[in-house]
């Protein structure tokens, strides 16, 4: 499932929750569904910050992936697992947005993912930005990053649905 598509994908399913669902928590520790709208938006444009920064670069890095992140891009998404952040990176997200306010920013990361479409293989590939976890990204990784984050927390979403108690 291509950027474009599964971001489309994740607004029509905005379509299927009231906004008490949207805002539901089922446990302590655990996102509502629009924590996890707002997490996914947040990071895109984190990434997407990232191919820009690659794009102005001057210096070539020779470094590369970490092991995670060879194998993460050998396999072209994350492992079927779930990954916790170190507390000081896990700030619970914005609870608070209605479903237009998500679409809307849903809107945002797609224009900015149109932008960079076209744009991202012609990037020097030496040109890189380190991921803590995964290693030094050139652009058209942290481009690819995006959707497989996304296609990631599609689990977590069905996970969350079950959840529900409407």
Not at 67 to 75: A, C, P, R, V
Not at 111 to 140: C, M, P
Request: charged share 25%.
């Amino acid at each position: 499932m291509c950027n474009l598509k599964v971001i489309e994908t994740y607004k029509s399913y905005l379509q299927n929750y009231s906004l008490e669902q949207l805002r539901f928590i089922t446990d302590e520790g655990v996102w509502s569904i629009g924590q996890m709208y707002d997490h996914l938006i947040l990071v895109a444009h984190e990434y997407l910050d990232n191919v820009e920064t690659c794009a102005a670069a001057e210096v070539e890095q020779k470094l590369g992936k970490t092991e995670f992140g060879e194998q993460l891009y050998s396999i072209g998404g994350f492992p079927p697992i779930k990954i916790k952040l170190p507390d000081e990176l896990n700030t619970p997200p914005s609870n608070s947005d209605s479903k237009e306010i998500l679409i809307g920013r849903l809107d945002q990361v797609l224009q900015r993912l149109i932008l960079w479409e076209s744009k991202v293989d012609t990037i020097n590939t030496n040109y890189k930005v380190k991921h803590e976890g995964f290693g030094w990204l050139n652009a058209r990784e942290w481009y690819d990053l995006v959707n497989m984050h996304f296609r990631h927390h599609l689990r977590q979403k069905c996970v969350l649905e079950q959840k529900l108690r409407f």
